[in-house]
């Protein structure tokens, strides 16, 4: 069974600090996609990860693949209160299933 | 213009009963999902429909029965309802490895 494990599971910072949430799994992902999610809402997709090693951004956050494609990182500088909410990372593999980490439960205090 | 909706937003129900959660996506996507997210947040998926055709079943309890008539919808139906169902259940569609966008989710509180 694929698991992907985020950590921390919770995270309540100041505006301006930095953070970094990870999301580790012992399997081997075709990609990896980090999901943002509010309240009230469905998760909404913030970036896909293909290549081992690869690295992108968006803005503020940055994504980044581990090389044996196992692994991934999500880097938030400077954090807003606008970035509060909970972030997911999820593991797509073969076929139509994607499978999704715990979360990880952003507070950002003004 | 909402690309996936669901009906009802929020549903609430005694235990035993039998409810039905509509989702219809207007994206043009073959493929369509149903997951549960429970109260801690994990977002497990429970059914995935690709052209119609019923491709994932996880170990979801045969009460939940879902029915796509067409690729554009994807119904999800619950008999004899469980206080363990109370749940956000969350629809979603895609394209075959392509993107994936969810619905708004449907609240459902079993009494």
């Known amino acids: 069974t694929q698991l992907l494990e985020q950590s921390p599971q919770f995270l309540s910072i100041q505006e301006g600090e930095n953070l970094t949430v990870y999301c580790n799994s012992s399997s081997v992902f075709s990609s990896l996609q980090w999901y943002r999610q509010e309240p009230g809402e469905g998760p909404v997709l913030l970036v896909t990860v293909v290549t081992g090693g690869e690295v992108k951004k968006l803005k503020r956050l940055t994504f980044q693949f581990g090389d044996a494609r196992k692994d991934s990182s999500l880097h938030i500088t400077a954090a807003q209160p606008g970035d509060t909410g909970l972030y997911l990372c999820?593991?797509?593999?073969?076929?139509?299933?994607?499978?999704f980490g715990a979360g990880t439960r952003l507070f950002v205090k003004a | 213009d909402t690309a996936v909706s669901q009906t009802p937003k929020y549903l609430v129900t005694q235990m035993g009963n039998d409810k039905s959660i509509k989702c219809e996506q207007n994206?043009?996507?073959?493929?369509m999902y149903w997951y549960k997210q429970d109260s801690k947040k994990f977002l497990k998926i429970m059914f995935s429909?690709?052209?119609?055709?019923?491709?994932i079943n996880e170990t979801v309890p045969n009460r939940f029965s879902p029915k796509s008539p067409d690729k554009a919808h994807l119904n999800l139906h619950i008999n004899s309802l469980e206080l363990g169902d109370s749940a956000v259940y969350f629809c979603?569609?895609?394209?075959?490895?392509?993107?994936?966008?969810f619905g708004p989710g449907t609240r459902l509180t079993v009494t």
């Open positions: 999820a593991g797509v593999g073969g076929g139509f299933k994607t499978i």
């Open positions: 429909y690709n052209n119609k055709e019923l491709i």
């Open positions: 994206l043009g996507h073959d493929t």
């Open positions: 979603a569609s895609r394209h075959t490895y392509g993107e994936q966008y």
